[in-house]
């Protein structure tokens, strides 16, 4: 079974403040997915990184794959109260098919 | 609305009661995924559907707990006997025929499901 640990488990932080929130396995995932999820929703994925030691920006956010493909990061900048929310990765491997293994997520909160 | 329809989107049921849970995937796509999340944790797979096939149900309870993708219709995950562990967040989500490595899965909104 593919685990995916993430920490923190909960952060909070003020309006300004930059974070990184981690996702670590031992073991390759071939591709690592950040999904964001507001209460009483569903996810919804923000990124996806396939290259080992790949980054991709969107906005504020700063995603980073491990060159090894176990672990990936992500970083914001100057949060607002509008990134509050459950921050979850999901590895695919390459004998997941099509399915998605989970972290436990991060929790943010950004006070204004 | 195009998107990943769940429900109900709040059941509540008394112990040993049975629970349905239905997921209409969004158009155009065969393939439906369900997932449990616990209060302040993350999603934990379920099972793995495609139209009238069950493709992987490695993290379906073994009793109780059973999904279907008929031909015509939406997914149903169906919980006989309830108890109050089974109190959760059920998600449902779809992609197209074939998600791959690196693609998107949607989510529908959730079914919360509260046993008493």
């Known amino acids: 079974t593919q685990l995916l640990e993430q920490s923190p488990q909960f952060l909070s932080i003020q309006e300004g403040e930059n974070l990184t929130v981690y996702c670590n396995s031992s073991?390759?995932?071939?591709?690592l997915q950040w999904y964001r999820q507001e209460p009483g929703e569903g996810p919804v994925l923000l990124v996806t990184?396939?290259?080992?030691?790949e980054v991709k920006k969107l906005k504020r956010l700063t995603f980073q794959f491990g060159d090894a493909r176990k672990d990936s990061s992500l970083h914001i900048t100057a949060a607002q109260p509008g990134d509050t929310g459950l921050y979850l990765c999901a590895g695919g491997g390459w004998n997941a098919g099509n399915m998605l293994t989970f972290g436990g997520g991060t929790r943010l909160m950004v006070k204004p | 609305n195009a998107g990943v329809m769940q429900n109900p989107r709040h059941l509540v049921r008394r112990r040993g009661q049975e629970a349905r849970l239905r997921c209409s995937p969004m158009?155009?796509?065969?393939?439906v995924y369900w997932y449990r999340q616990l209060p302040e944790e993350g999603l934990k797979f379920m099972v793995y559907?495609?139209?009238?096939?069950?493709?992987?149900e490695s993290g379906m309870p073994k009793e109780r707990f059973s999904a279907e993708f008929p031909k015509e219709g939406p997914s149903i995950l169906r919980i006989q006997q309830v108890v109050r562990g089974d109190s959760a967040a059920y998600f449902c989500?779809?992609?197209?025929?074939?998600?791959?490595?690196?693609?998107?899965?949607?989510f529908g909104e959730g079914s919360r499901l509260t046993v008493l």
């Open positions: 158009k155009g796509h065969s393939h």
């Open positions: 073991s390759v995932f071939s591709s």
């Open positions: 989500a779809s992609s197209p025929e074939d998600r791959g490595e690196t693609g998107e899965l949607f």
């Open positions: 990184v396939v290259t080992g030691g």
């Open positions: 559907l495609q139209k009238e096939n069950i493709i992987d």
